[in-house]
């Protein structure tokens, strides 16, 4: 993918003081070298990212013989994105601890002499052979497709890969741009018994998935309409396109399934927006393109993975346990000066399983189950009620590294106030609403990396409503406050999605490591995802709130919440893996 630098936004408010509380502990974190320290209080204990230097999209995760494997685009010269991008490779067992190996894919030949950029792997079922399709910058500055291949497929970290011979395997068809084709996606198989992949692509300013079928993975022939297509949205970015059960199911399903149980997916990255949305819909198979069932509209109503930063994710079917994993980049929020004080740039968020929610609707995304290995300190509380203006803190764990998760008691609904959500913007309601805080049904929610006076504080939230024949929620992230800094992209996130009329309660699980928080709302039916970068509230002085600034009161059913232990990510022969 192509990367665009935004202006960051520079934001001056005042805070609103509450004190709140002593009594966190910290987490060793000494083990190993690159985790959190006093020099390095952004770097996270247990997402993933590289030792060192910059790190954007996840590439071809894939589980081959025991073992996961991520590749990822990598800049091993430097914190900043580069004119010699490489595919870089780490493997593990549990996809939380992760060897990191050489690189698996570097630029060599002619069709990817100026960079290695995204792609996908596709495992060929019988033969039990990876095969990864890539985008080359190649010696023209032309993005053209290529296929690798592993040297050895009883090396099950698959550490060296093959270049084919008659690369490039695909070049720009007519109707796109020598400069906008790239991200193959993970590749399926029809009932023709031919392989399909989607490229994205541009043509002025139409957004394009352009189909290719081959036979052989090396041989292939470009559909001349194009799989799916968007006006005035600019080049489609890492195309991923994968099968959904209908059931309410949360089991994943292979890419190739095509039967009456299973709905379609197309995700489309778009630069220009920087968000990766998601399209439910069916794949006409016999026409070979996607019909959604709602087109791209460019506004709020647009569904997304994740309302907050998470781009250029890659899902894959993890054969193991019969489920579908999903991955985002998650990338920085301070400056391009801090990204190379800091030697290091990126992240990748906690992968999550994903399946359709029940309503058919949406998806829901929820963190996998391997990372509650990681939990250490519990803490519960049950049967706090919240009147308006209070706070209670949750004291006795690592409030920079945690897991909380929250399952609030609303009071009636029908005391919500009024909001027709046609036209609002979610994102300017939500500074509104917790500037004033002054509503009927919330804000209520958490206060993360917080300072003990509350100058420095990450405020997640929901506010309910009434809307015309229904009841919507508007769930927040604020990071207006989230650090004394000014240099410092302090974007506030949120959405409004509708609930359910006998709703009772409402849930809002976040992970939180030191510079990234990531949310889940509802179960997991609505995300946001964060990057702050706090002066006071660090390690030990970090503090966790929950909090209700609604006039009616809200109850916490129950509260659990885990310091989390350090994840073990490092090179091969130098980390205790077991």
């Not at 778009?270 to 016999?286: E, N, T, V």
């Not at 070979?288 to 899902?315: M, Q």
Request: net charge negative; aromatic share 12%.
């Amino acid at each position: 993918m192509e990367i665009i630098t935004a202006e960051l936004l520079v934001f001056v408010v005042v805070p609103f003081l509450l004190n709140c509380g002593n009594g966190i502990e910290a987490l060793s974190t000494h083990s190993i070298n690159y985790r959190a320290t006093t020099k390095q209080p952004y770097r996270t204990s247990y997402h993933f990212q590289p030792q060192e230097n910059w790190m954007n999209d996840p590439n071809g995760p894939m589980y081959y013989k025991g073992v996961y494997h991520l590749f990822y685009q990598h800049n091993p010269e430097a914190a900043t994105f580069g004119d010699r991008i490489v595919w870089g490779h780490s493997v593990s067992y549990d996809l939380i601890n992760w060897i990191h190996l050489n690189n698996a894919i570097e630029p060599s030949g002619p069709y990817d002499i100026n960079s290695c950029w995204s792609g996908s792997a596709t495992i060929i079922p019988g033969k039990e052979q990876p095969m990864i399709l890539y985008t080359g910058i190649d010696y023209k500055k032309h993005q053209v497709q290529n296929l690798a291949v592993p040297r050895n497929l009883s090396d099950t970290f698959l550490r060296e890969w093959v270049k084919h011979s008659k690369n490039p395997v695909m070049t720009p068809p007519s109707g796109v741009e020598v400069d906008n084709f790239r991200d193959p996606s993970t590749a399926w198989k029809g009932k023709d018994g031919k392989w399909r992949v989607v490229v994205g692509a541009q043509k002025g300013d139409e957004g394009k998935a352009i189909l290719h079928q081959s036979e052989d993975f090396v041989n292939w022939t470009v559909d001349p309409n194009p799989f799916y297509a968007s006006q005035n949205t600019g080049v489609c970015e890492c195309p991923d396109f994968f099968p959904v059960y209908m059931n309410g199911s949360t089991n994943g399903v292979d890419t190739s399934v095509q039967n009456p149980s299973v709905r379609h997916v197309l995700k489309i990255s778009y630069l220009r927006k920087q968000h990766d949305y998601y399209f439910l819909g069916k794949y006409a198979s016999d026409q070979e393109n996607f019909i959604p069932d709602v087109r791209f509209t460019g506004t709020s109503s647009d569904l997304r993975y994740d309302y907050g930063k998470f781009y250029a994710s890659k899902s894959f079917f993890d054969y193991a346990k019969n489920r579908r994993i999903l991955w985002g980049w998650v990338n920085e929020s301070d400056s391009t000066q801090d990204d190379m004080d800091k030697g290091w740039a990126g992240l990748q968020s906690i992968p999550r399983q994903v399946w359709l929610d029940k309503s058919g609707k949406r998806l829901v995304q929820w963190p996998l189950e391997e990372v509650e290995q990681l939990r250490g300190k519990h803490i519960r509380i049950t049967g706090e009620n919240l009147v308006h203006g209070s706070h209670l803190e949750v004291s006795g764990i690592t409030a920079s590294q945690a897991d909380v998760e929250v399952l609030f008691e609303l009071p009636e609904l029908e005391k919500a106030e009024f909001l027709d959500p046609n036209g609002v913007d979610p994102q300017l309601l939500c500074s509104q609403e917790y500037e004033s805080r002054s509503g009927i049904i919330g804000p209520f929610g958490l206060l993360a990396l917080a300072s003990k006076d509350l100058k420095e504080h990450t405020a997640v939230f929901f506010t309910i409503y009434r809307a015309p024949n229904r009841y919507v929620c508007l769930m927040c992230s604020d990071q207006s406050r989230s650090s004394l800094r000014h240099d410092l992209d302090k974007t506030t996130y949120g959405t409004i999605f509708d609930l359910d009329p006998n709703l009772k309660k409402i849930s809002l699980r976040s992970l939180i490591d030191h510079s990234i928080i990531e949310s889940f709302g509802d179960e997991g039916r609505v995300c946001i995802t964060s990057r702050v970068y706090p002066s006071l509230a660090i390690d030990k002085d970090a503090h966790l709130c929950v909090f209700n600034y609604g006039s009616q009161s809200v109850l916490i059913s129950k509260l659990n919440a885990w310091s989390m232990k350090q994840a073990e990510i490092g090179y091969e022969g130098n980390i205790s893996y077991t």
